[in-house]
């Protein structure tokens, strides 16, 4: 395989020979190349190339061989986190070393190659489809339509029917979403038509974390200076949250521990998130986030419907290496 198309070596390359490669690349998945961005977040950098297709950004995320998963601080757990926990733990009888809580629930230690990828930039929901309010299947329930006359009378943001519809309001008006109950072989078929596809778990631990060693991507404790999803004070309000914005790859991942993210497996399986379990059960910053730590063992639900308010997807597409001309396009793989 070219080795341009790993870290290393793509680091090594100058900015013409990074534009003629992501124009070789945006011709052959035809997509729009928008131009080289250089992301530097938490010790890491990449300028690396962005691109659009069919509405939605990708950025290029070269292959590496990384070392992934956790099982000691590599540096040492910060005295803020540190206090945190031990206070925790002291109100909750826990009598567990800090660090073998941890260890209890990161991945195991191991070496994984990690292709080369076009990666979705953000998030995507699942299950919630934008309507308009004369849809039929919206005018089919009146009861639906009184609470939506309620809710635009009211100072609400936005009104939720649990798994059945939502309204928020919207600079120009209002937008209104219906909620389609699907399973998690219906995404990766839907996305395999489009020739996408999920990162799998090592493919995620990677985007999120870049082979880092430390818990999370900067540090192994939590940072309180940070402006974070559930945990915003009044001066905070209207504030960007610091964990949402790009990172070194451009990113934006792992930021909500109530956004699961799906990933590619043969059971629906989820990283970045826990749904929000350890946030509601009252187990404070640093637990509450240690979900989004990209060493956090998958979780694997019960059963294969997606959760909409909970379960979220980041279409990639695997770059295909073998046989590639540069400049010249090929089928999409």
């Known amino acids: 395989m070219n080795e341009n198309w790993f870290r290393p070596a793509f680091d090594r390359m100058d900015a013409a020979g990074k534009q003629a490669l992501m124009e070789s ?3 052959r998945y035809q997509m729009t190349f928008l131009g080289l961005h250089t992301f530097d977040r938490w010790g890491q950098s990449c300028t690396t190339g962005l691109f659009e297709k069919d509405g939605r950004e990708f950025v290029f995320v070269p292959g590496d061989t990384v070392t992934l998963g956790w099982e000691r601080f590599a540096v040492g757990l ?3 986190s540190r206090k945190e926990l031990d206070d925790l733990f002291q109100e909750w009888e826990i009598e567990q070393a800090p660090e073998e809580l941890v260890r209890a629930v990161m991945a195991p230690v191991r070496q994984a190659t990690i292709g080369p990828m076009l990666v979705g930039r953000k998030l995507e ?4 489809e934008p309507v308009k309010m004369s849809d039929p299947r919206v005018t089919a329930h009146p009861d639906w339509l009184k609470k939506f006359r309620d809710f635009a009378w009211s100072d609400l943001d936005s009104l939720t029917l649990h798994q059945s519809a939502r309204i928020e309001r919207m600079k120009n008006g209002f937008q209104i979403w219906i909620y389609n109950r699907t399973d998690h072989d219906a995404l990766l078929a839907g996305l395999e038509q489009q020739g996408l596809s999920l990162p799998t778990a090592d493919e ?4 999120c974390g870049g082979g880092c060693r430390t818990l999370f ?6 940072d309180y200076s940070m402006h974070l999803h559930h945990f915003e004070s009044e001066e905070d309000q209207g504030k960007s949250y610091d964990m949402e914005e790009p990172n070194f790859f451009g990113l934006s991942i792992a930021y909500d521990p109530y956004k699961r993210e799906v990933v590619k497996a043969d059971a629906f399986t989820t990283c970045g998130g826990d749904g929000g379990c350890n946030i ?3 187990l404070g910053i640093f637990l509450g986030y240690l979900p989004c730590s990209p060493h956090c063992k ?4 019960e059963d294969k419907e997606l959760n909409g ?6 279409p990639v597409i695997r770059v295909q290496t073998s046989g590639w001309k540069m400049g010249q396009p090929g089928d999409a793989g």
């Open 280 to 282: 509601c059960g009252g």
């Open 298 to 301: 998958p979780e694997v639900q």
């Open 25 to 27: 690349l945006a011709a």
């Open 78 to 80: 910060d005295p803020d």
């Open 125 to 128: 929901e699942l299950c919630w």
């Open 309 to 314: 308010d909970y379960d979220f997807c980041r």
């Open 204 to 207: 995620w631990a990677y985007l």
């Open 217 to 222: 991507p900067w540090g192994d404790g939590m």
